[in-house]
Every structure is written in C-alpha cells, then in structure tokens.
C-alpha cells in the first residue's frame, strides 16, 4: 500500500494530487426484534431494531488518486470487497456533488475488532467507516440517508450503524427508517455470549423470513410493545420483546443452544434473551435496578460456561441517567465493570469532515410520533 498523504482542502482534491480521508464505524451486538412488518403504505417490509455495542469497529483510510486508471482501485485485506465497492461508490456520489472531484484509484485500507461472521454487523462496519473516508478525503460529509443507500448497493443488506444509537426499526435492504422508537432502549446489562462454538454464518444463505398474515400481526404486535417498553424504560417489557423475537428467529436458524440459553437466564433471573438473527452472537438481559445483580451476572457466566457456551462480553444498553447521551453518528460507549463504572461518551474517530453532529433520521410512517422516554 501506498504511504498516505495529507488531506483535501475545503474545495477537494484536485487532478494529480492524492489526498486521504479517514472513516469510523461501531458495530452491534445482535437485534432486539427482527421480522417483516408494514411501512407507512401498508407494505410488507423486512425490517429490524439492534443492539447497540460500542467499543468495537472498524477505522477505514482511504487515499485518493485523482488521474488513475479507476480500474486499479485496491482494499487491504483484500477479501473485503464489499468495503471497496462502497469506497467506489461513495467516490462517485461525492463527484456527483463536487464535479472537481477527479474519479480516479482508491486505495483503502481497513484496520479494526469486530469479530467476522456472529452477526454484529462486521461487513455493515467496513462499509460505512469506508464511505466516510472518501467522503472525508472529497472534504464532505454524506447525509445519513445517502450512506445507507450507498451501504445497501454495496452489501444488498445494512445494519443502521450509519444512523445514532437510538432504537430505531430499520428496512435493512432498502435502507429506510420505519420508524424511530424513541431516545434510548430501557436500562440493560447484557451477558454477551457465542453460540455455535462462534462459527461465522452466511447470512445471505439463509431464507427469508415469512411473510404471512400470522407473521406479519405478530411482529406488528412486538412493534408496539417495544415501542411501549421504550417509552416507559421498561426492561422486563424490552427482555420479553427481544426473547419473542429470539423464538421465532429459530424457525430459520435453529441453535440447538437456544434451550439452554432460555433455561439460564429463568434460573438466573434475567428478563430475556437475544440473539443475532443472521449470526451466532447472544445476550442474556438483566434489569440494573435488579437485586443481587452482581450475584446474578456471575452465576449467569458460570452457567453458560457449564452448558458449553462461551461468555464474550457484560455490556450496558445505555448510560446512567444524569449522564445524557450524545447524539453522534456512533453511539456513545456504555460499559458495565465489576465496580459499577461507567464509561458514558466516546471520542468521535471520524475524520475531518465526520466532526459534526448527524442529522436525525424521520420515522417513515405519517402522522405517528416517536415516543420519548422520559430523562
């Protein structure tokens, strides 16, 4: 790879000059609730909520190379061709916005932690860390709307890691909000867990979700408890949701851990489940006004590690109350530790045009008002 040069001015590269730009995206740890539910015109629509997880991604740096051939672009690993072909792309957006923007090669490479294959959005985190670094490089910032287009051509499906940390259900092949729940998902601490010996899966093997009536009212039916639950911050409501959600996901994906997984978390006390419904990663929910948390949580790891089942992380769903969080394009970083410290904003990794504030994406349906827990 080429060494990287200094950045683009504010009118963009110019032809003969390489400039780089760098990109940050966050991962997730699983969904909430996944299904098909009805858009604002009453279509069927595969949709989902995930659970944010910070402290993992993916940092991309790209370097522009104004009059070369563009068949030369490159990507480093070089198996990570959906990233490129969203690099490519976002290039020709940004050209399209800035015509003296020259197409030429781009070179991208892709540094990060995100585990391959379980389910956390991986492909969805190289994606989007590396349309904000050409997008950096061309010295823009893409709207958000315009980065889950451009994640979508690129991958055929995107998690909403373009978008805040706030619950929102999510049209991942189309790219479209259907709806934004609220602020926050209700207080959590999450025991993260692999199932399937954390084998990767191909999800776009897998089958599509159903699509009946029956199906269809269910997940509607999930919607709006978890819509209540975010409005009330009402954990025991959102385990219920996720764990429902979690059950039907095993028509398609079948864990033959799923059981033991159900059977700690009633022993232990927790409120639900959740699972990765196109992975192996897992969580066990827990309320942390729950007495005996600590006691809990251990017992719920020894547990798990008894029935085979590997613990990978203890994480929050959201930081305390009187520490309100930033709305960022990444999530704020919320970590549970033994001593009950929080670690409550994370410094943005964007590059130098990813500084600022996203904008907030709409609710897709008319007429329906988020609903706002109260903070």
């Not at 084998?199 to 709006?224: F, I, K, M, N, Q």
């Not at 700690?264 to 192996?280: K, P």
Request: hydrophobic share 35%; glycine share 10%; aromatic share 2%.
């Amino acid at each position: 790879m080429t060494a990287f040069g200094g950045g683009a001015g504010p009118g963009g590269p110019s032809a003969g000059s390489a400039i780089s730009g760098t990109g940050y995206a966050s991962c997730h740890h699983g969904e909430i609730l996944q299904g098909v539910f009805l858009d604002a015109r009453g279509r069927r629509c595969a949709a989902l909520v995930t659970l944010p997880l910070t402290g993992l991604g993916t940092r991309a740096d790209a370097v522009l190379r104004p009059g070369t051939p563009p068949g030369s672009h490159s990507v480093d690993p070089p198996d990570r061709t959906k990233a490129l072909r969203a690099a490519t792309l976002a290039l020709r957006e940004c050209r399209a916005r800035r015509p003296q923007v020259a197409l030429g090669a781009v070179e991208l490479r892709l540094s990060g932690d995100v585990p391959l294959g379980l389910g956390m959005g991986s492909s969805s985190s190289d994606v989007i860390a590396a349309v904000r670094a050409v997008a950096d490089a061309c010295g823009l910032r893409l709207p958000s709307r315009t980065v889950a287009r451009i994640a979508v051509r690129a991958e055929r499906a995107s998690d909403p890691l373009m978008l805040d940390g706030r619950p929102l259900l999510f049209a991942q092949r189309e790219g479209r909000v259907l709806e934004v729940l609220g602020d926050a998902l209700p207080p959590a601490v999450v025991v993260g867990c692999a199932l399937g010996a954390g084998r990767p899966v191909d999800t776009l093997s897998l089958p599509a979700p159903a699509r009946g009536d029956d199906d269809v009212r269910a997940y509607e039916r999930l919607r709006s408890l978890l819509r209540r639950a975010v409005a009330e911050g009402d954990t025991r409501l959102l385990g219920h949701v996720s764990t429902e959600s979690a059950r039907r996901a095993q028509r398609v994906l079948r864990h033959p851990e799923f059981d033991r997984l159900t059977r700690v978390a009633e022993r232990t006390g927790a409120v639900g489940v959740q699972i990765a419904h196109s992975g192996s990663v897992a969580g066990l929910l827990f309320d942390p006004a729950a007495t005996g948390l600590e006691a809990r949580l251990r017992r719920c790891a020894a547990a798990l590690r008894r029935d085979g089942i590997p613990v990978t992380r203890t994480f929050t769903t959201r930081p305390p109350a009187d520490s309100p969080a930033p709305r960022t394009p990444c999530p704020p970083s919320t970590s549970y530790t033994s001593n009950t410290s929080f670690t409550t904003s994370e410094e943005s990794r964007h590059g130098r045009a990813h500084r600022r504030r996203d904008r907030t994406p709409r609710p897709d349906t008319p007429g329906r008002r988020a609903h706002l827990s109260a903070l």
